[in-house]
């Protein structure tokens, strides 16, 4: 790879320690993907946040970075962490699960990172612009950032992030290269998408098809939500592992189909019609009329306008006996939900206003063990996906009206 005087004196060591060994680590990713040369980036978002992920060993790795004068010179913001750290023991995590989330966090933030623990930085500040090459960790951020934003990131693990954060750096190759940014499936959407579940129903079907590759979605409303793109991206990320979609008039560089694909034709067409849309929904929502003990909404994190949505549906009125309730947003949200009277009904509700952590980067199993949580509802796509699989617990999905209601009555 050809590397500039910095980048060389960063992997002799001329910064100290950990910037040495992070140059070396994004020196044998780009090698791997025959990366010609680094990319400078100011921007990174932290995956391997959670202790449920770094475990002790990531955690002790992380401490020794920092304890060796590590410091980013990247703007680097924290992804979800493995507990609440306002409600951890009220919500039933384990005193030891906090303790190390701890040890990781401050130790992220002695080298600069900001502990915002949010899977949605982008909706707290951390907006990069078209084009700008970022770092990013956290499939439904990354899709987010490709696809809604149109910047630039790769699928960052834990170890890459760390090292881009600490360098400002990345090996130039795939979704920071423009000829690997262009299509491969077209999918034309005739079916009508309303709620947020829509979006999850048909980034579900189509990423079970696409699996990595890029789709070009044509048919999505103009006036689709921020909330509503952030469902389809985690969606396509779950299913499938789609990091870039396009989605024709939405996506900044893809404003015709033309464009989306560069001139090439795609390697196949699908269509998405109201069958397609219930086929999504039910391979979501297996189990039907049963009994729920917790309702979770917030993934990826709820945007201030999804709190509002709900506060309203909660005004006056009691969650049903036995039922809990985790609305699950970034911390300024909850300063912003607190400030406009929303986490006051919530909590009124008998609800949670949850930060900082998530259903599956938290010991969800444990907390399920001990709270008897024999079965949830979400409207997420992506939590409908790996909730059964982590917890074995039945998993009921739909809209957030449904999902509130259940809240209220107990039943799905
Ligand atoms: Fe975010 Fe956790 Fe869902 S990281 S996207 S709330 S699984």
């Given at each position: ?17 950990p ?5 070396e ?17 100011s ?30 010179r ?37 080298m ?71 299509g ?16 999850g ?31 389809l ?14 989605a ?67 005004e ?13 947003t970034?911390?300024?949200?909850k ?45 997420s ?32």
């Amino acid at each position: 790879m050809r590397l500039t005087f910095e980048e060389k004196q960063m992997l002799e060591g001329k910064y100290g320690y950990p910037t040495q060994k992070a140059m070396e680590i994004l020196i044998q990713l780009g090698e791997i993907y025959n990366a010609e040369e680094m990319l400078p980036v100011s921007n990174v978002h932290m995956p391997g946040s959670s202790v449920v992920v770094a475990g002790e060993a990531g955690t002790k790795f992380v401490e020794m970075m920092a304890e060796k004068g590590g410091k980013f010179r990247a703007f680097t913001t924290l992804n979800t962490a493995a507990v609440d750290f306002d409600l951890w023991k009220e919500l039933g995590f384990p005193e030891a699960t906090y303790k190390l989330q701890d040890r990781l966090t401050r130790a992220y933030e002695a080298m600069g990172g900001v502990a915002c623990h949010t899977c949605t930085p982008y909706l707290i500040g951390n907006t990069p612009r078209f084009g700008e090459n970022v770092a990013w960790g956290e499939s439904s951020a990354i899709a987010f950032v490709n696809s809604v934003l149109g910047a630039r990131t790769n699928r960052h693990g834990g170890p890459s992030a760390l090292a881009a954060a600490l360098t400002g750096r990345v090996p130039a190759y795939g979704y920071h290269l423009q000829e690997n940014r262009y299509g491969h499936v077209l999918v034309n959407v005739t079916a009508e998408l309303n709620g947020i579940e829509d979006y999850g129903s048909l980034g579900y079907w189509v990423g079970r098809i696409v699996e990595s590759k890029v789709p070009v979605l044509t048919g999505i409303p103009k006036d689709a939500s921020i909330d509503q793109l952030k469902m389809l991206g985690a969606a396509l990320a779950s299913s499938g592992s789609v990091a870039l979609f396009h989605a024709v008039g939405i996506t900044p560089e893809a404003p015709t189909v033309e464009a989306a694909f560069g001139g090439r034709q795609p390697e196949q067409v699908l269509e998405f019609g109201k069958d397609q849309l219930l086929e999504g929904h039910n391979s979501l929502n297996k189990h039907q009329g049963q009994e729920i003990k917790l309702v979770t909404i917030g993934c990826p994190h709820a945007s201030i306008s999804e709190i509002e949505t709900i506060a309203k549906m909660l005004e006056n009125k009691k969650l049903h006996n036995g039922v809990d309730l985790w609305v699950i947003t970034a911390v300024p949200n909850k300063a912003y939900a607190e400030r406009c009277g929303y986490k006051g009904i919530i909590e009124a509700a008998g609800g949670h206003l949850v930060s900082d952590t998530c259903p599956i980067l938290s010991p969800m199993v444990y907390v399920a063990k001990e709270r008897g949580y024999s079965a949830i509802a979400t409207n997420s796509a992506k939590l409908a996906h790996y909730a059964p699989g982590q917890w074995a617990l039945p998993t009921y999905y739909g809209s957030v009206e449904r999902c509130i209601n259940a809240a209220l009555t107990g039943k799905f």
